[in-house]
């Protein structure tokens, strides 16, 4: 079992940044990939970055590359997303997710263990 604590989420002008963080206690942290995904209102969940429990590597789609940075301190138990060029549309709530697959996952079905979101507000 893993809980999972988001943090950090806020309202920004367009063009600016904010730091996810998501704290991990339980299990583990180090046997998980883990994973940012987000929701908008009436649509659905998308990923949004991930990264590899072991090897270091991340998935990005190409809404966000260039923009969001995912890392991991598992010294710390904790993931971030760290988000750069907000936009409106990067408006929604956002999650941190953990799973035990040896890929890492891209759809919200192959997560196990989900946090309770925090909001991101994106101002034109």
């Known amino acids: 079992q893993v809980q999972l604590v988001e943090s950090g989420g806020g309202l920004v002008q367009a063009g600016g940044s904010l730091r996810l963080s998501c704290a991990a206690s339980?299990?583990?942290?180090?046997?998980?990939?883990m994973g940012w995904f987000r929701q908008a209102p009436g649509k659905e969940r998308e990923l949004v970055a991930a990264?590899?429990?072991?090897?270091?590597?991340?998935y990005y789609p190409d809404s966000v590359k260039g923009r969001f940075t995912i890392s991991r301190d598992n010294a710390k138990n904790t993931v971030y997303l760290q988000m750069n060029s907000l936009k409106p549309e990067d408006t929604a709530v956002y999650y941190c997710?953990?799973?035990?697959?040896?890929?890492?996952?891209?759809?919200?079905?192959?997560?196990?263990?989900w946090g309770q979101g925090t909001q991101v507000t994106v101002s034109s």
């Open positions: 990264i590899h429990r072991s090897e270091g590597i991340t």
């Open positions: 997710a953990a799973d035990r697959a040896t890929y890492i996952a891209r759809i919200p079905l192959q997560y196990d263990y």
């Open positions: 339980g299990q583990t942290f180090s046997s998980y990939n």
